[in-house]
């Protein structure tokens, strides 16, 4: 077992993250960057040096997970939510249940809960946020955010939901109240459900194609009959039908 296996069984044993289900190449690259930033010459040593320092455990974590998000990303895909998708949808179920999938530091469903908040009263708005990175979550419920997060956001939703301080910007109280954060593996841990609609965007890319089918049918599964799965602008699905779904719009698939 080379060095690369040793540390993916390891890492599984300690986290239950399954690194083998990442694309190899891309995972790689990116420990190998934080290693060799280190001073350490393979992953032997990394996993060594992370079992005695827990701020190296957060930060290999972070690459493990990548966390990217910013508010409103791709806007175009949000506007057809809004307009297109959300009308069907809440004439379905006025009170939608919707899952905001690996959902990083909060960005996508604190933008998915301003984006309802057009439509029904905020207490009608119910989402559930998880991901596996349990720091990337605390910094999800603190609800303060960079000015580059904020970057395609809305000046309208800007002033709305978020008040300036110092620095930073910080979420309005009444949008944090309606979205519950929690901790899930999406490859390892049972899906919740039934969900009018399911949000995972920008990280279905990072998997190996066979979890990708694995992931498509537990999504399916999670969905009610006519329930949406948003994916990312470079997540299409090819031959959506294998896995139970239509296309509705350009990364909307719903459930048949």
């Known amino acids: 077992m080379d060095d690369y296996a040793q540390f993916i069984a390891k890492v599984k044993r300690k986290t239950g993250i399954d690194l083998s289900l990442y694309k190899e190449a891309q995972m790689k690259r990116r420990l ?14 990394l996993f060594a040096a992370m079992e005695k320092d827990p701020a190296l455990w957060h930060e290999c974590l972070d690459r493990m997970t990548i966390n990217v998000s910013e508010f409103y990303r791709n806007a175009k895909r949000w506007e057809v939510l809004e307009q297109t998708i959300l009308p069907r949808l809440l ?103 039934p969900f009018d609609l399911i949000v995972c965007r920008n990280v279905l890319i990072y998997f190996t194609e066979e979890a990708k089918r694995t992931l498509y049918r537990k999504f399916h599964a999670a969905l009610r009959p006519g329930g949406v799965l948003f994916v990312g602008s470079t997540e299409q699905i090819f031959n959506p039908g294998l896995y139970g779904f239509e296309v509705e719009e350009t990364f909307f698939y719903r459930r048949k």
């Not at 190998?32 to 040593?45: I, R």
């Not at 949008?175 to 929690?182: A, D, H, N």
């Open 91 to 193: 004439a379905e179920n006025p009170r939608p249940r919707v899952w905001s999938a690996a959902c990083s530091t909060g960005e996508e469903p604190y933008t998915l809960a301003m984006v309802l908040a057009q439509h029904v009263p905020l207490p009608r708005i119910s989402v559930l946020a998880t991901d596996i990175d349990e720091n990337a979550l605390a910094r999800a419920r603190l609800g303060l955010y960079s000015e580059r997060s904020l970057a395609e956001l809305p000046e309208a939703m800007r002033k709305k939901f978020f008040t300036k301080d110092g620095d930073w910007y910080k979420i309005d109280d009444k949008i944090k109240r309606t979205v519950t954060f929690e901790k899930h593996n999406l490859l390892a841990d049972p899906f919740p459900g």
């Open 32 to 45: 190998a960057a934080l290693y060799a930033k280190k001073g350490l010459n393979s992953f032997t040593e």
